[in-house]
């Protein structure tokens, strides 16, 4: 067969900051490394990093008169919640019924760096020499496990290190390199690839889970065949657990390691705490709040927020891309996941690189380990109960991906076959999961001030997050009966617009008010933390982005008694980048999901 061969590059993770249109500043302090005091918090750190505006680079955060509103709007929806909720899962009329089918190699373009217009200054594409096969997977007769980062023995990381080595050191055009696999991430995820005529990104949609799952897997087996141990088995970092909140030390106990990496947030090496709803500011909350905080944050992601599989997945992606119902994330993709990988990236760089943004991200080995993780999160939260099962829907399970193999085959995998992490060989070494049973209990001790005097959502909002609004929101339905509530789920829909050019955090308390608390997470009125991690600019436009986010709000109402009231206060407390996010609307409505 006659073999189309794309060039390529071999990149370095030095040759960034060198062939960068505009070179990291050099400038910065040098922290050193493992500092048995952890570095001091600190609320000044700007969370624009993104916009590199003190380098004199591109992307300058607007004015204080300038709000997104007043910016051209991009009508073309994004939408999770409505149009996501009711047009996702079930039948679209608009949605042709076809799995997203394998990229085609052969029409890989150019990357867009996440949170930008820029290009990637190299190509992300695969090399390609013609011959794709169908991948059956073999039947293991013992299963693998992934070790918690922070527990492996010295003998492991010796093999890791030595496994990453080997892979750092093939060939530049061989696709199991080091820098080859990274760009797989960097082209499914910032658009080399073409779904329905338009490039697209994984992330947004139910490809999240089985596309990351997919690629460790394969990244595991060339590890494996490296150094020759098929035991071998990708560590997983354990932010979930109280003693996995720190950035595991194996990426980071030796800068000549083939597992360190130069471009990461110096701030959060050693044993400075992980907030998991980071997003480019540290709290000024203390220690044992923020690993509450944490615990909260895993809880309210993984079970009061993620009821049904489109919350947890996110938005259904077919053959005719995002289409009317738009893309969105699943709970677990927004917070923690993105956080995390905000909380790692360098900003220093112009773009958060490494980790900070998708077309770095796996050029950090740590990456992997994050991915570990978030896999572990999917097995784990399908024993959760309810309706947390796998999708059925036939799309689903018949989108397809390719991946090269531990022999250099270039395979074609079916999502339908990545549902069981035991059927691909693998299990995850048992930790505690204190956040299972993490009860959130009201805490507000001084009493609300009296629902009528909240102003309504219709007199509050579209508004600009650069401060606190509080609001009240009426329900469709009040004193739901249990198999009411079985059936369908209440949801908060809240209208964002906003520059996904810009790290952006703010979190949703019920029935709480400006005066809230806004360090304690852990307690009922908490709803959820949004942080976004940019899509890619399709199109090239600078419009915002805009969407509706949903948040369950069954179980609150419940445990804060006010199951009876007809008006829900809402309050909205900006952490970082509000005056880049306007809230459009908010309305509760009942959906079955
Ligand atoms: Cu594909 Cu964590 O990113």
């Keep these: 067969m006659a073999s189309t061969t794309i060039p390529i590059s071999c990149i370095t993770t030095t040759n960034l900051s060198s062939s960068s249109p505009h070179p990291f500043p050099r400038n910065h302090p040098k922290i050193s490394l493992i500092n048995s005091n952890a570095p001091k918090r600190q609320n000044t750190i700007s969370c624009a990093s993104s916009s590199s505006n003190e380098d004199g680079h591109k992307n300058p955060v607007p004015s204080s008169s300038e709000n997104i509103s007043d910016r051209k709007l991009d009508r073309r929806n994004v939408l999770l919640g409505l149009g996501g909720l009711y047009g996702a899962y079930t039948a679209d ?35 390609f020499y013609g011959t794709i096969s169908d991948y059956t997977v073999p039947s293991f007769t013992r299963l693998n496990v992934r070790p918690a980062a922070h527990t492996v023995s010295k003998s492991y990381i010796r093999k890791y290190k030595t496994a990453i080595k080997k892979m750092k050191e093939l060939p530049c055009d061989d696709p199991r390199n080091f820098y080859q696999q990274a760009n797989v991430h960097c082209a499914y995820c910032n658009g080399a690839y073409q779904l329905a005529g338009a490039a697209y990104d994984i992330h947004p949609s139910w490809l999240f889970f089985p596309f990351h799952r997919w690629y ?60 998991l709803a980071y997003a480019g500011q540290d709290l000024a909350a203390k220690e044992p709040q923020i690993v509450k905080n944490n615990l909260a944050i895993m809880y309210r992601q ?48 112009e773009h958060n690189e490494d980790m900070g943004n998708f077309y770095s991200a796996a050029k950090d080995p740590v990456f992997y380990c994050h991915h570990s993780n978030v896999d572990r999160m999917w097995t784990i939260w399908k ?28 395979v074609k995998v079916k999502i339908g076959d990545s549902l069981d992490n035991e059927k691909l060989g693998y299990k995850f070494q048992d930790m505690p999961t204190p956040w ?23 007199d509050v909002l579209p508004a600009t997050l650069t401060k606190i609004l509080t609001f009240s929101v009426a329900r469709p339905a009040t004193s739901r009966t249990k198999a009411d509530k079985e059936e369908t789920e209440e949801l908060l829909n809240l209208g964002l617009e906003y520059d996904d050019t810009k790290y952006i955090r703010f979190d949703v308390f019920l029935n709480d008010d400006e005066e809230v608390n806004e360090l304690e997470l852990d307690r009922a009125e908490y709803a959820s933390s949004f942080a976004n991690l940019a899509h890619v600019h399709e199109g090239g436009s600078d419009a915002p982005t805009t969407t509706t986010w949903s948040l369950p709000i069954t ?6 008694g ?26 509760i409505t009942l959906v079955a999901c």
């Design 562 to 587: 006010i199951e009876g009231d007809d008006k829900v206060v809402v309050t909205l407390v900006p952490k970082c980048g509000g005056r880049a996010m306007n809230i459009t609307k908010a309305e």
């Design 555 to 560: 179980e609150l109402l419940e445990d804060l």
């Design 383 to 410: 024993t959760l109960g309810g309706k947390r099962m796998d999708i059925d829907d036939p799309d689903y399970l018949n989108s397809e991906f390719l991946f090269y193999d531990e022999n250099k085959n270039l």
């Design 436 to 458: 299972r049973r993490f009860k959130l209990t009201r805490k507000r001790s001084k009493a609300l001030r009296s629902v009528k005097s909240i102003p309504p959502a219709e």
């Design 93 to 127: 009329p608009f949605a042709l019924a076809a799995p997203v089918p394998a990229p085609d190699i052969t029409k890989c373009g150019t990357a867009t760096i996440s949170f930008s217009e820029d290009k990637v200054p190299y190509s992300c594409c695969p090399p």
């Design 302 to 349: 993984m079970v009061t927020n993620a009821p049904c599989p489109l919350l947890f997945f996110g938005a259904a992606l077919r053959a005719d891309g995002y289409g009317p119902s738009g893309s969105a994330n699943g709970t677990v993709v927004n917070v923690p996941h993105n956080s995390v990988h905000r909380w790692v990236g360098d900003p220093r760089t």
């Design 216 to 275: 460790l897997y394969f990244y595991e087996r060339i590890l494996q065949s490296l150094i020759n141990d098929p035991t071998f088995a990708l560590p997983y970092w354990n932010w979930d657990n109280p003693p996995g909140m720190f950035f595991p030390e194996i990426f980071d106990d030796d800068e000549s390691s083939p597992l360190y990496d130069e471009f990461r947030n110096q701030e959060h090496r050693g044993r400075f705490l992980m907030d």
